[in-house]
Structures are given as C-alpha cells and as structure tokens.
Nanobody
Framework: QVQLVESGGGLVQPGGSLRLSCAAS????????MGWYRQSPGAQREFVAG???????NYRDSVKGRFTISRDNAKNTVYLQMNSLKPEDTAVYYC?????????????WGQGTQVTVSS
C-alpha cells in the first residue's frame, strides 16, 4: 500500500514563500514521476509541476520562474518551493506519484494541503 503525506501549507501574504513536502511510503517502483497538482473552489484540478526519478522537471507556465520542484530519491520525498506567491496560487495542493504504462500504470494521491495567499 502506497501512501503520500503532504505538509507545509498555510497562509502567506502576496510575495511570500512556502515550501511543500510530500513523503511517499510503501512499495514504490524506483522509476517514477512525482508531482504537484492544485485545485481551487469551483475549478478543475490542474498540473503545477512534476519531476522524474532521473530529475527531469516540468512546470505549468504560470509558475515558471517562481516555483521549483525537487526530490530526494533516498527518502521518496518531493518538494515544491513556492516563491513570489500570488493570490491566484491559492488552492489545495495535492501530491501525485505515478509509474508504469498502460495496464501497469499506477497513480497515487496525497490528501492535499491548503495554500492561501492573502493580505
């Protein structure tokens, strides 16, 4: 059983920073992609950033230059450093872990952590 546990959300003023963490536990395939998604009220869940076990990263355009995703493979942990936060970044942020293809594809989600950017 794979579990993802997020931490690091909270309330921050515009222009501030937060760092999210997500620790994965259980039987995890070594080649995988970990990432972050977010969902605000009334909106669909959207991709924020992802990183493969080899270190390749990908970001949605609106966070490029402000957010940095990283991971520690030894700890099965992914981080999201969020700088220059804007009110529109307010959402519940979900950690995601994926590996495999087609019928062997496995997808796991964390419980979510609230990020609120407000003065």
């Amino acid at each position: 059983q794979v579990q993802l546990v997020e931490s690091g959300g909270g309330l921050v003023q515009p222009g501030g920073s937060l760092r999210l963490s997500c620790a994965a536990s259980g039987s995890i395939f070594s080649r995988n992609t970990m990432g972050w998604y977010r969902q605000s009220p009334g909106a669909q869940r959207e991709f924020v950033a992802g990183i493969t076990s080899e270190g390749t990263t990908n970001y949605r355009d609106s966070v490029k230059g402000r957010f940095t995703i990283s991971r520690d493979n030894a700890k099965n942990t992914v981080y999201l450093q969020m700088n220059s936060l804007k009110p529109e970044d307010t959402a519940v942020y979900y950690c995601n872990l994926v590996w495999g293809v087609n019928t062997n594809r496995r997808t796991y989600w964390g419980q979510g952590t609230q990020v609120t950017v407000s003065s």
